[in-house]
């Protein structure tokens, strides 16, 4: 099953009322490409649904970064704000997309805010889940890696673009 229709079928089940499948989202994070199923399951146990309303700050600049989030629908802003008020977005987060893993493997705090643009559900999974699977399977630093970095990259695309492209090139 694709990751879109993953999402979306946890989008429907959620206005059922019925639990998602936290395992099957899990597969989607790149982060986890290639985990065995019994892997994903040990980290899913460490995982939590969580909704956040439209306008919602889930998380402030400076708070402990305990795991990082996965967004199942909705829109998140990461932003920051400078030291004379105005607001500088670092990121739009869309459905099926993480954030907050960078932050949680070098153990710091926050470095942006998060807030909701729409009513989201997200699932955060937790730092101490991450880390014990690390510590049961090493190789799994190297997927983690690459995901990463493929993050990165698109980032960087992404501020060259807006940087250096006008309104109508972009």
């Known amino acids: ?10 989008k429907k089940t959620m206005h059922g009322n019925n639990p998602i499948n936290i395992e ?3 597969t989607h994070i790149p982060l ?4 065995a199923p019994e892997e994903i399951s040990r980290i899913a146990r460490g995982t939590r649904e969580m909704h956040a309303a439209k306008g919602e700050i889930l998380f402030h600049k400076g708070d402990p970064c305990n795991g990082f989030h996965l967004l199942v629908y909705g829109q998140m802003k990461l932003a920051f704000t400078s ?4 607001e500088k977005v670092v990121e739009i987060i869309g459905q099926g997309q993480s954030f907050g893993e ?4 070098m153990e ?3 470095i942006v805010f998060a807030q909701a ?6 699932l955060h999974i937790s730092k101490a889940a991450v880390f014990e699977e690390l510590e049961r399977d090493h190789n799994l630093c190297r997927k ?21 492209h006008s309104g109508k090139q972009r």
């Open 32 to 35: 986890f490409n290639g985990l």
């Open 117 to 122: 643009l729409s009513d989201s559900l997200l």
């Open 102 to 105: 960078a932050v949680m493997f």
């Open 108 to 110: 710091k705090p926050y």
């Open 83 to 86: 030291s004379q008020g105005s």
């Open 144 to 164: 983690m890696l690459a995901g990463m970095a493929m993050r990165l990259h698109q980032l960087m695309n992404d501020v060259e673009s807006y940087s250096l």
């Open 24 to 26: 099957a989202l899990l």
């Open 1 to 10: 099953m694709t990751t879109s229709a993953v999402l979306a079928q946890a």
